[in-house]
């Protein structure tokens, strides 16, 4: 067995038949990971990481080997499927999962990044999204492979000297992170009441924004990104009060408050009770984990990075004069 081998795997579970593990399932994935290797990284609702650098010697198994292993066991035991990906780092092994389909494992070989990378879109890399992509192809870097080939200095003057940076060593298959060893992602909520069954849409929308400007708060506070929100109505219904709940994933994992309510509005919109009585809403920030941790899709828009800026001022007079000391115009009535 070569010393020189992919060490990091990232796998998807689905169900048999489509679909995500429910939580059972998924902590009960994790603990099966947990037997091959200790530095097992949850990646919620249906992914993880795992460095099994300790572990390939110890089982006499190549990562493609692992991985099958892992894989059998995942189905006999859970009845959930997985795509993995192998790689010497978090990155390509994450971009490696998605090549592969369920059942099957891609591998990236060690050293072979420059030929897993060169013909990739340059949307394909971690933290460029659709508009950073466009800007880059404007230039000409429409791959991965022409991205890694250009100076750096160009990099750093089309994205900012640290975008630059990151986006030339991400071309280049440099991931300085790491796999970090955690439990299953936690999550926090908070819930507004009303005196009454309330009827105005306003009043809803206004209560989901209280919402999403204290859980950003309190993310950023605590140096956490959220994947994923659920809302959850308290409304009066014909056989007394019901209840609806309803999660999405955000685009990227985030605590920025304007991101969370835009999705938070667009849940409540997706339940269609505009004329409900509403007597409470309750949100839930979902598939925690470290901000420092969490790549950011990089922008040029000036208005987010505008506001992030004056989030981060009203974070801190916050912290200064108490929770109430800045919030939104709309809540200040």
């Not at 069954?197 to 306003?202: G, H, I, S, T, V």
């Not at 941790?293 to 505008?306: K, M």
């Amino acid at each position: 067995m070569s010393d020189e081998q992919p060490t990091v795997l990232c796998l998807r579970f689905c169900r048999i038949g489509g679909g995500q593990p429910d939580s059972a399932a998924y902590e009960g994935l994790l603990a099966l990971l947990g037997a091959f290797t200790p530095v097992v990284e949850a990646a919620p609702p249906d992914g993880a990481l795992a460095d099994v650098g300790g572990s390939l010697r110890y089982f006499r198994q190549d990562a493609a080997g692992l991985a099958s292993v892992i894989r059998v066991r995942a189905l006999a035991l859970h009845g959930v499927d997985c795509a993995i990906g192998a790689a010497e780092n978090p990155m390509l092994a994450r971009m490696a999962a998605r090549q592969a389909a369920p059942g099957t494992t891609f591998v990236v070989p060690a050293g072979g990044a420059a030929g897993f990378l060169a013909d990739r879109p340059a949307a394909a890399l971690d933290g460029v999204g659709t508009a950073t992509a466009r800007t880059l192809c404007g230039y000409g870097l429409d791959s991965v492979g022409r991205i890694a080939a250009a100076p750096l200095a160009t990099l750093q003057r089309i994205t900012g000297v640290r975008a630059g940076r990151d986006l030339w060593e991400r071309a280049n298959g440099v991931d300085r992170t790491k796999v970090l060893p955690n439990a299953a992602a936690r999550s926090i909520a908070a819930e507004r009441s009303f005196p009454r069954d309330e009827l105005d849409p306003e009043q809803h929308r206004r209560a989901l924004l209280s919402l999403t400007e204290e859980l950003g708060a309190r993310l950023r506070g605590e140096g956490q990104v959220c994947r994923s929100l659920a809302v959850t109505v308290r409304y009066a219904g014909r056989a007394g009060y019901e209840t609806l709940t309803r999660s999405r994933t955000l685009p990227e994992p985030t605590a920025h408050s304007a991101a969370l309510t835009s999705l938070a509005y667009r849940i409540q919109d997706s339940f269609g009770l505009q004329r409900a009585r509403v007597r409470g809403i309750a949100l839930r920030a979902e598939g925690l984990h470290d901000a420092e941790r969490a790549s950011r899709q990089l922008t040029f828009d000036p208005v987010d990075e505008r506001a992030r800026r004056i989030e981060a001022v009203s974070d801190r007079l916050r912290a200064r004069f108490g929770p109430q000391a800045v919030k939104p115009g709309r809540l200040a009535a």
